[in-house]
């Protein structure tokens, strides 16, 4: 399939920009390619960020010799980054090198056994057989069922708008088919035995804030998602991708402003006609499309007397993804036994994830993915040295945890447990250090409630469920991000981008 071709999109129109204005509230990687296709549609294009720096979730802290990615680091169907380029006459690998990881993570149980998780599939077979023979058969009739449901759910229908129930209900004997209704967890355990083996082909869901015990089995996809394209690792870090999108965005004669923060979304006659920036700029537009937190969106940039669906009252009954707890250190030595993507089980799995989703309150135990970036690319941390961030799950604002003061004792207990396991000595060797906690979600981030990938990825907030690509109650006013369709994760975020190529005029259609 030719996913520019199919596009519809006129690449000339890249070159040539008429007057119709367009603002993009973020910068973030929703907000870049949306952006992106903007111009490729003809869009005089502003994007408006309120950090000093281009990429949201996806930005990039730098300190004593260390380069640190805040976010993302895991790309897989890396087309959707490749297709932005192409509509503007160029290539990504001008700009940027991708390198396939392998294994795609090593997964450590809490009993010291591990399991190396490849796009291989001769190599799967083998780690499914020498933990459990008997699962080999189950494991290749979920791969088969993985693939079906990459095929539906994310080929087919990852860019397609859902702005009606008939649209929703057209795709609901698939989803009965693929048992879109049942949990990830749930659907894996129809076809794998070994509890080890369950969570191997069932934590995915927590890579886009989702729960594998309630989680829409649709995302079942992830796994052959990830055998057919790859795991893969920006040279230079996710942040080199960030910058190529934003000089993509300057070559069609856009703009981005940092330092700008939107306070609102002006409105007209029932439509978005611009925004007004905390400085009390404003700015006029014909189209408005928000990179913000679909939440944060609709309850802080506009009026409450222009929402009819996503009302306050909604808003607060809605189910939201947990946070993150993340450490981004640097040590002074080499830890060349870990790879670059590490997964470390703690002795719990149902019932952490429990802890953090529906009983909100922060557990003395934890699972944890390691980042080691430096084990792909050593140019990011100095020579000798090692790069990574460690990450934990933990619970949403909407819990009672006061970060101000479980930061450091949580650091302090994770920085004891990695010393125990794969980073021996680590608190002696520690020489960088810098801490994000669900606190910097919301203040830094504005994310509602510091939930880190927006509304909770279950079966009633899915498609027609989630906020629209095409706002339903303020007309001109387009969402892409986490926290509308498909959803977390940067190929639902580049996807949510894609949505716009069917929902937004081209500019000319508007002269």
């Known amino acids: 399939m030719d996913w520019l071709t199919d596009s519809g999109l006129d690449l000339p129109s890249c070159r040539s920009l008429p007057a119709r204005h367009a603002v993009v509230i973020g910068a973030g990687l929703g907000g870049l390619a949306a952006a992106i296709r903007l111009g490729a549609r003809g869009y005089r294009v502003t994007v408006l960020e309120k950090l000093a720096a281009p990429g949201g979730r996806a930005s990039v802290f730098r300190q004593d010799g260390f380069t640190f990615d805040a976010g993302p680091t895991i790309l897989t169907a890396p087309f959707l980054l490749e297709e932005l380029w192409r509509l503007c006459g160029r290539s990504m690998t001008d700009d940027v090198t991708l390198k396939a990881v392998s294994p795609f993570y090593r997964i450590r149980f809490h009993d010291g056994t591990s399991f190396d998780y490849t796009g291989d599939p001769d190599a799967m077979r083998a780690e499914v057989a020498r933990l459990s023979p008997g699962d080999v058969a189950g494991y290749e009739r979920f791969m088969r069922l993985s693939e079906t449901t990459c095929r539906i759910g994310f080929e087919q229908l990852g860019d397609v708008p859902f702005g009606s129930l008939g649209d929703m209900a057209r795709i609901a004997p698939d989803l009965v088919r693929l048992g879109g209704h049942r949990s990830v967890h749930a659907v894996v355990s129809k076809f794998i035995k070994d509890p080890r083996l369950r969570i191997v082909f069932s934590f995915h869901p927590l890579l886009i804030g989702g729960n594998p015990f309630t989680a829409s089995a649709i995302y079942t996809l992830i796994p052959y998602l990830e055998r057919r394209w790859g795991v893969h690792f920006a040279m230079g870090g996710t942040g080199q991708v960030v910058g190529g999108l934003a000089n993509l965005i300057e070559g069609q004669g856009s703009s981005i402003r940092y330092n700008s923060e939107v306070a609102r979304i002006l409105m007209a006659d029932g439509r978005a006609h611009g925004i007004r920036l905390a400085s009390g700029e404003t700015i006029t537009a014909d189209i408005v499309v928000s990179n913000a937190d679909s939440a944060w969106t609709y309850r802080k940039l506009l009026p409450a007397a222009s929402r009819r669906r996503w009302t306050d009252r909604k808003l607060d009954r809605s189910r939201y993804s947990m946070s993150l707890f993340v450490w981004y250190f640097g040590t002074d030595r080499r830890y060349e036994d870990v790879q670059h993507h590490t997964i470390l089980l703690g002795p719990r799995y149902r019932d952490l994830l429990r802890d953090i989703f529906k009983r909100k309150v922060l557990a003395e135990d934890f699972s944890l993915y390691l980042h080691r970036p430096t084990a792909s690319d050593p140019s990011l941390a100095p020579p000798g040295c090692d790069a990574f961030y460690v990450l934990s799950p933990v619970p949403n604002l909407i819990g009672e945890t006061d970060w101000r003061t479980a930061a450091e004792p949580y650091r302090r207990a994770i920085a004891a447990h990695l010393s ?87 500019a000319a259609a508007l002269v």
């Open 420 to 506: 125990a396991t794969v980073l021996p000595e680590l608190e002696r060797h520690v020489i960088s250090s810098r801490l994000m906690t669900p606190l910097d979600f919301q203040d830094r981030l504005l994310a509602w409630q510091g939930c880190a990938f927006g509304l909770e990825p279950v079966l009633t907030q899915s498609a027609w469920f989630r906020p629209h690509n095409r706002s339903e109650d303020v007309a001109g006013l387009y969402l892409v991000g986490a926290g509308t369709h498909p959803g977390a994760g940067v190929p639902g975020v580049l996807s949510s981008a894609k949505v716009l190529d069917r929902v937004v005029p081209h």
